[in-house]
């Protein structure tokens, strides 16, 4: 018996199969396009699906077993909002754009704008968000898509996030995720569900005048068995056996975090998980609400059942990282010798800077440069989407050995952004003892070093290669009753391999830098005032 993890990035479709103690036994891949311009960002689902499809048939064949030994299925995706209308018909999310780009990216920020006047009414939900929505949230994206192109609007059959129009593509079933519609949609499970006064006041009182039709009007855990599995066209499409059972959705972070934080039996509350891609996300769970100023939640259930999430990170990090080192004359040079090695420009410079001194001594080489890696805004603590990138420091070199000290003063930024997420929440009363990392940037075991020692705080390594498929696979086993619960899953199937204490010899330091880096943010965010 095993069980499929699947998981959709802002890049590509992945597949995992695994069996019951979290062993990985194939994987297969398929690349899906972003259609992007300027802080606008768009998918197509028809393409999403095949991706999937595609890549779930090179994971089987890859772990060599039988369809029939799939029990269970899991997904998981970006918080990206699909429009579709009647029967899933793609509408176009752009007014004169394809029908066929019906997905708004996550990292999306058309919605500026309506984000804001929604923020100037201080409503009662925002309370959920740190106190400021996202104009990565899905209700500012409705509004703009009301106010911007009401034909696609009207025509609307569903709106999804994009995890639930996979299980919904996959059953049949309308039901959504807890997790999506809690972080993402306002959703509030233990004060009434969907705030109808909202929406009026936003401007969206047609969706509480039709009950939430269209957004969702079952909400169920994530893991819970959906209709009765896979249809016979979607398991046609997936190369699987119809009824095999699945399990409703996360976001990708959130399995990524399902899939790390119960690693050996540890209490979920002691660790934050911490993705570190594209972009970064940070999740820490507690028994009771608590209340993180610029940090999104508290949010019930969204990961772990039974308890409360806070949720943060950065809209680019990983993604930061590489349009920072692409502002540099080195980076031609540098792009070549990393391909040359059949590396990322990013991991090629790891290696370089590990060449030079103990991991942690590497971070010396920042010496007087910062970085404040916002190209795409402050997620939290801020929460201030306007924020952009400040690079201070920079003197004449242009060889490789300066973009090296970029890069570190980079990570070390990613680090320095996660260290205030601690703190405010550690302020707050959510404190963690460890952080267990996960995502392709983190790879490196200089990365980790670095953001132990930046942040203060041990990083903790899963076990697996791949968190985010193994939380999306802890979901089929649950919706196929393999286990009884994520708690009993969670330490069966996942364990961390390594950990990475911050050097004590660093510790002031860093602490100095950090309240530099301070000082910096603050003139950012007055920067970004005008």
Known sequence: MVFIGIDVGTGSARA???????TLLGTGKRDITVFQDGDWAE??????????CAATKDAVAAAGIDPGDVAGIGFDATCSLVVVGEGGAPLPVTPGGPAERDVIVWMDHRALDQAARINAGEHEVLKYVGGIISPEMQTPKLLWLKETHPETYGAAWQFFDLSDYLTWRATGSLSRSICTVT??????????????GYFRAIGLGDMAEDGFRRIGTEVVEAGAPLGSGLTDEAAKDLGLRPGTSVGAGLIDAHAGGLGTVGAAGARPTDRMAYVFGTSSCT?????????VPGVWGPYHAAMVPGLWLNEGGQSTAGAGIAQLLRHHPAYPAAAEAANARGQSVPDYLADAAAATADASEVARRAKGMFVIPEFLGNRAPYA????????????MDNGEAALIDLYIAGILGIGYGLREILTAQDTAGAPVRSIVLSGGAGRQDLVRQLLADASGVTVEIPKTDEPVLLGSAILGALAAGYFSSAIVAMPAMSAVSAAYPPAEHMRDWHARRFARFGKLHDLAMELAAG
């Open 16 to 22: 995992g199969v695994f069996d019951a103690t979290g």
């Open 43 to 52: 998918h197509s689902s028809a393409e999403i699906w095949q991706s999937v």
């Open 183 to 196: 972080c993402k949609w306002t959703y509030a499970q233990g004060n009434g569900g969907w705030d109808a």
């Open 283 to 291: 999740m820490t769970s507690t028994q009771a609400p608590v209340y």
């Open 384 to 395: 201030n989407p306007h924020t952009r990138a400040v690079i201070a420091g920079l003197g």
